[in-house]
C-alpha cells in the first residue's frame, strides 16, 4: 500500500511538471527568423513564385 502511494504521488509531480514544461512552451514567442520566413512563404504563394530562383538551384 505504501508503494502504491508513493508512486501516486510520484505521478502527481511529474504530471504537474509536463503540465507547466507544456504551459511554458505555449507561452513562448515565435521566433523573428520563423515570422519572417512565414511572410516569404506567403507572399510567394500570393504571386504564385516557387521560390527556387533564390536557393542557387536551375529552374525547370
Do not use: C, W
Not at 502504491?4 to 507561452?27: A, C, G, T, W
Not at 515570422?35 to 538551384?57: C, P, S, Y
Request: charged content about 35%.
Amino acid at each position: 500500500m505504501v508503494h502504491s502511494r508513493r508512486n501516486s504521488k510520484e505521478s502527481e509531480v511529474i504530471d504537474e511538471n509536463l503540465k507547466r514544461v507544456y504551459q511554458d512552451m505555449l507561452e513562448e514567442q515565435v521566433p523573428d527568423r520563423f515570422l519572417d520566413l512565414i511572410a516569404q512563404l506567403r507572399a510567394q504563394d500570393e504571386t504564385g513564385g516557387t521560390g527556387g530562383d533564390d536557393t542557387g538551384e536551375a529552374s525547370a
